[in-house]
């Protein structure tokens, strides 16, 4: 009989949500994004539209809990999502636009 333990020899780091608050939210374009903890400096705020089609994307700029931003798109719904730089979704939410 032949044993051959399992090594581990990597851990990848596991990142918990970043709660998230849109408001107002239906908005009329601006609005602001309540963060529960600093973001970190390497992640990411994308916006995309119903389709999935990525409208806006910005490295984060310094360590904040608020942001604001304005939806120049026409009315219907958008995703407001905060990601890692491998593209991992840390927290997201539905935005609706209506004027």
């Not at 390497?42 to 539209?49: A, E, G």
């Not at 999935?52 to 904040?64: D, E, H, I, P, Q």
């Not at 942001?67 to 730089?85: H, K, N, R, T, W």
């Amino acid at each position: 009989m032949e044993f051959s333990p399992n090594v581990v020899s990597n851990v990848r780091d596991v990142r918990e949500d970043i709660a998230l608050n849109i408001y107002p939210n239906p908005t009329r374009g601006a609005f602001t994004a309540l963060f529960s903890a600093p973001l970190p400096e390497s992640c990411f705020v994308r916006i995309m539209d119903s389709e999935g089609k990525v409208l806006y994307v910005a490295k984060n700029s310094g360590l904040r809990t608020e942001a604001s931003f304005s939806l120049d798109y026409p009315d219907g719904v958008y995703l407001f999502q905060v990601i890692d730089e491998e593209n991992n979704v840390l927290s997201s939410r539905k935005i609706v636009k209506a004027r």
